[in-house]
């Protein structure tokens, strides 16, 4: 026991090296030096390892020649971004340094996400297409069918640039017989947004082109800028005139080619889309004629065999007009005689109508009934007369018991009802003075008297009472 106390209570072993950090506050304390020592920090590189779970979240890398760094875009962010970027894009971001914790990565949590170098024109560019395309400017349902023969062909581009020799140079060669107008406008720079506008509206005023090629060459994204304006798109999409795009090169997409009613890649495929190839239809005019050289053979054949078929066949026509004469003739004798019969049955079923409607005619229904209404109206009147004798004795014997139980009957014996000046009965006289004024009313008057004298008498049945 001594040996155990001893144990326990001897000093605690003091590790002389420092104090180790756990991972956890190694990590914590490097991000928050990392946060605290970048706000905010543009980058701008390649897009790399682009990914997009369920979680709506977005995980890249950016790197450059010699480094990247993982980025991390959550969906509260990128929901604010036009066009989701691509494995390879260059872009510049916006976003805050720090480092993930339960893995120890270094990396940026991105607010903001652009096309690198051009990236406002970019922007602008898919801002005005996402919101013309809400409009339904490019809906393939209201695009005009073109012409598949243009009679007169349009075009809305610049006078000395290589689009309108390249446009003239296919159609000389193709068709040289369709008339080409020329609306010259400038296509490069600030002021040609209006004149592109301009030269389509004239073109309109014109009303001699059935189809109108608006475009330009090549050139860079700044260069081709004007018909990304919306003025121009909305001038497309209100003309009247089935109108092709064609401008810059292949790889050049514009949004005038999502306006438009056919999108060329070049000025030079724009006229070998719209005008037909002459020497396909000198072939086509050929074949045609061969073809209708030929038919006409097998139908000239054909009608001499039909009428050498018809000439063997052929009979005389008074023959034939005897035989349908007499056709004639029997027909209307079986219809004359079709026609007796069926009026014969139609008589047959009159007369027979005509019996059965007389032995159910109304005429005794309504005798019968008249006499037995004049008989029940001899009844009703004896029965009223009866009714109306036994109403009169009735009437006759209650006016006989009233007479008996009336006050006027018994006026009529000698009696009186005498009264008050207020009209009150009095019943005993025992009330009045001489001089008292009343009233007496007898069987046919009433009598006014003054009071003279009033002498008590006496009464047998108040005696017997008492």
Same mark, same amino acid.
């Given at each position: 026991?001594?040996? @155990?106390?001893?144990?326990?209570? =001897?000093?605690?072993? +003091?590790?002389?090296?420092?104090?180790?950090?756990?991972?956890?506050?190694?990590?914590?304390?490097?991000?928050?030096?990392?946060?605290?020592?970048?706000?905010?920090?543009?980058?701008?590189?390649?897009?790399?390892?682009?990914?997009?779970?369920?979680?709506?979240?977005? @995980?890249?890398?950016?790197?450059?020649?010699?480094?990247?760094?993982?980025?991390?875009?959550?969906?509260?962010?990128?929901?604010?971004?036009?066009?989701?970027?691509?494995?390879?894009?260059?872009?510049?971001?916006?976003?805050?340094?720090?480092?993930?914790?339960?893995?120890?990565?270094?990396?940026?949590?991105?607010?903001?996400?652009?096309?690198?170098?051009?990236?406002?024109?970019?922007?602008? @560019?898919?801002?005005?297409?996402?919101?013309?395309?809400?409009?339904?400017?490019?809906?393939?349902?209201?695009?005009?069918?073109?012409?598949?023969?243009?009679?007169?062909?349009?075009?809305?581009?610049?006078?000395?640039?290589?689009?309108? *020799?390249?446009?003239?140079?296919?159609?000389?060669?193709?068709?040289?017989?369709?008339?080409?107008?020329?609306?010259?406008?400038?296509?490069?720079?600030?002021?040609?947004?209006?004149?592109?506008?301009?030269?389509?509206?004239?073109?309109?005023?014109?009303?001699?082109?059935?189809?109108?090629?608006?475009?330009?060459?090549?050139?860079?994204?700044?260069?081709?800028?004007?018909?990304?304006?919306?003025?121009?798109?909305? /001038?497309?999409?209100?003309?009247?005139?089935?109108?092709?795009?064609?401008?810059?090169?292949?790889?050049?997409?514009?949004?005038?080619?999502?306006?438009?009613?056919?999108?060329?890649?070049?000025?030079? /495929?724009?006229?070998?889309?719209?005008?037909?190839?002459?020497?396909?239809?000198?072939?086509?005019?050929?074949?045609?004629?061969?073809?209708?050289? +030929?038919?006409?053979?097998?139908?000239?054949?054909?009608?001499?065999?039909?009428?050498?078929?018809?000439?063997?066949?052929?009979?005389?026509?008074?023959?034939?007009?005897?035989?349908?004469?007499?056709?004639?003739?029997?027909?209307?004798?079986?219809?004359?005689?079709?026609?007796?019969?069926?009026?014969?049955?139609?008589?047959?079923?009159?007369? *027979?109508?005509?019996?059965?409607?007389?032995?159910?005619?109304?005429?005794?229904?309504?005798?019968?009934?008249?006499?037995?209404?004049?008989?029940?109206?001899?009844?009703?009147?004896? =029965?009223?007369?009866? *009714?109306?004798?036994?109403?009169?004795?009735?009437?006759?014997?209650?006016?006989?018991?009233?007479?008996?139980?009336?006050?006027?009957?018994?006026?009529?014996?000698? @009696?009186?009802?005498?009264?008050?000046?207020?009209?009150?009965?009095?019943?005993?006289?025992?009330?009045?003075?001489?001089?008292?004024?009343?009233?007496?009313?007898?069987?046919?008057?009433?009598?006014?008297?003054?009071?003279?004298?009033?002498?008590?008498?006496?009464?047998?049945?108040?005696?017997?009472?008492?």
């Amino acid at each position: 026991m001594d040996e @155990y106390r001893t144990a326990r209570t =001897a000093p605690a072993f +003091q590790d002389p090296r420092p104090r180790a950090l756990s991972v956890s506050e190694l990590n914590h304390q490097a991000r928050h030096l990392l946060e605290s020592s970048f706000m905010q920090v543009w980058v701008e590189g390649e897009l790399s390892g682009f990914s997009r779970p369920s979680s709506g979240h977005w @995980y890249f890398s950016l790197k450059d020649r010699k480094c990247q760094v993982r980025c991390a875009m959550f969906r509260g962010a990128n929901q604010r971004v036009r066009t989701p970027p691509r494995e390879g894009d260059q872009v510049r971001i916006r976003g805050k340094v720090t480092l993930y914790e339960n893995r120890g990565d270094f990396q940026i949590i991105v607010e903001h996400l652009e096309p690198a170098g051009l990236g406002e024109l970019q922007l602008a @560019y898919e801002q005005l297409k996402q919101k013309l395309q809400a409009e339904g400017l490019f809906d393939p349902a209201r695009k005009k069918p073109l012409p598949t023969t243009p009679r007169h062909i349009g075009v809305v581009t610049s006078p000395t640039g290589a689009a309108i *020799h390249d446009i003239l140079t296919v159609l000389a060669r193709r068709c040289p017989a369709i008339p080409v107008t020329l609306y010259p406008t400038a296509v490069q720079g600030k002021a040609a947004t209006a004149d592109i506008v301009q030269a389509i509206e004239r073109a309109q005023a014109h009303g001699v082109a059935d189809v109108l090629i608006v475009g330009r060459g090549g050139g860079s994204l700044e260069d081709l800028w004007c018909f990304n304006e919306e003025a121009v798109a909305r /001038a497309l999409a209100n003309c009247q005139i089935p109108t092709v795009s064609a401008v810059g090169h292949e790889v050049d997409v514009t949004i005038a080619d999502f306006v438009a009613d056919l999108r060329a890649p070049t000025p030079s /495929a724009a006229a070998e889309k719209i005008s037909p190839d002459q020497q396909h239809w000198l072939r086509r005019i050929n074949e045609q004629q061969l073809r209708l050289a +030929q038919a006409a053979q097998r139908v000239i054949r054909r009608m001499g065999t039909q009428v050498e078929h018809l000439s063997a066949r052929l009979r005389d026509p008074r023959r034939e007009l005897q035989e349908k004469a007499q056709r004639m003739d029997e027909l209307e004798l079986r219809l004359n005689k079709i026609m007796g019969q069926r009026l014969e049955r139609l008589r047959v079923r009159s007369d *027979h109508a005509g019996q059965r409607l007389a032995m159910q005619s109304p005429i005794r229904q309504l005798v019968s009934s008249s006499e037995a209404l004049n008989r029940a109206r001899e009844r009703l009147g004896a =029965a009223f007369e009866l *009714h109306l004798k036994r109403r009169r004795d009735q009437l006759e014997h209650a006016a006989q018991t009233l007479h008996v139980v009336s006050p006027l009957a018994t006026l009529g014996r000698g @009696y009186a009802i005498v009264r008050d000046p207020e009209n009150q009965i009095i019943r005993d006289a025992s009330g009045l003075e001489p001089g008292d004024r009343i009233n007496a009313r007898v069987a046919r008057a009433d009598i006014s008297a003054e009071v003279v004298s009033v002498t008590p008498i006496n009464d047998p049945s108040e005696k017997a009472q008492n």
